[in-house]
């Protein structure tokens, strides 16, 4: 059984216009049109929240002994080394 709690809110009268507008325009109402847009703003946020950097590393040595003291200068000499000037 879904339960439904009413509340106020405070939004720009243009914001609120257009937002009549469009639920005009969609056949719905501004309620069913906030309640989407609610729905997708939290969506996106769980979607963000869950996001995790995947172990890309190649190998299992961990870093070169030349740049483990965290020189990035080093770093950029190794990646041009052998360049030219």
Known sequence: MVTHMKTTIEISDALLREAKHVAA???TTLRALVEDGLRSCLQAHRQRAHFHLRD???GNGGMLPEVQEGSWERVR???YEGRGS
């Open 77 to 79: 000499d190794l990646i």
């Open 25 to 27: 325009d969609e056949g």
């Open 56 to 58: 890309k590393s190649f």
